[in-house]
């Protein structure tokens, strides 16, 4: 029943699913705290957009996607740092213009391209060699940082302005934070698709959130959860032939709610979580 296993792009789909779903359970967990939710899903967009752009003109997709998810998050973050706009509402801005790009880009494209639907709904089963590689070295990029800096994140994602005062640079901080979330929508847009990207980075967090008042504890469940959802839903996908993409969000989905109904916070105020 499971001989499928051994062929090389199952493999290479299982790796990529569980690189995907460990890196977006993580970076989720700063995304949950710190509140910022739509960003995920307008960069997974404007991340799309990049993708379209480089089919058209010939380009590497995934270095393009790279180049507008990042983009998108420096400007929301420079004009809410100048008090000019909420980062909510120049997230919506920006996530309706650059689906408004993506659909013109393969408007402009001479023929059909299967390839860019697979971006945007997503495509594990297909993934390559190639952008696995690539999905690795932007995965090991991000964990490095996300280690390096997360006494300083976790601080931000509480209190940025209680982090500035006490000498952390908060600013250069959020807007890592920021690009964080930009890289890990473009590593997750083969494996889930842009449209459910935003929720692999925000249903693993929110479920592990469920279950504990330590960050630590916090962090290593949302990624046992993220990375095992996205195994099974590829298993899913393979077993059954449905879209992995809409199988590993489902799953995922299912399981929030369980955790949500035997929450040991759902009979008490939920404290904030601490670090130990």
Not at 19 to 44: D, E, H, N, P, Q
Not at 62 to 79: E, N, R, S
Request: proline letters at 4%; one cysteine or more; hydrophobic letters at 55%.
């Amino acid at each position: 029943m499971l001989d499928f296993l051994a062929y090389d792009f199952m493999q290479r789909s299982l790796l990529a699913a569980a690189m995907v779903g460990g890196l977006c359970s993580v970076i989720g967990v700063f995304v949950v705290l710190r509140g910022l939710a739509f960003v995920g899903a307008g960069t997974s967009h404007a991340a799309f957009a990049g993708v379209a752009l480089g089919y058209l003109l010939g380009w590497p997709p995934l270095m393009v996607a790279v180049v507008f998810g990042l983009t998108t998050v420096w400007i929301t973050g420079w004009m809410e740092e100048q008090g000019r706009m909420k980062l909510d509402v120049s997230i919506g801005i920006l996530y309706t213009a650059t689906m408004a790009l993506g659909i013109l880009f393969i408007g402009l494209m001479k023929s059909y391209n299967a390839e860019v639907y697979g971006y945007l709904f997503g495509s594990v089963l297909s993934v390559t060699p190639d952008e696995l590689h690539i999905i690795g070295a932007l995965s090991i990029l991000v964990l490095g940082l996300i280690v390096i800096f997360s006494k300083e994140l976790y601080f931000i994602a509480f209190d940025q302005e209680m982090a500035e005062a006490s000498g952390v640079p908060a600013r250069q901080i959020f807007f890592l934070l920021l690009t964080l979330v930009a890289l890990t929508v473009v590593v997750s847009l083969k494996t889930v698709g842009a449209i459910l990207v935003f929720a692999m980075i925000l249903i693993p967090a929110s479920t592990a959130y469920q279950l504990t008042h330590s960050l630590r504890t916090l962090t290593l469940y949302s990624a046992i959860i993220g990375i095992s959802t996205s195994v099974a839903g590829v298993l899913i996908s393979a077993l059954w032939d449905v879209p992995s993409g809409p199988a590993i969000v489902l799953l995922s989905t299912c399981i929030f709610f369980i955790s949500v109904f035997f929450s040991p916070k759902r009979a008490k105020r939920t404290p904030v979580p601490h670090a130990h």
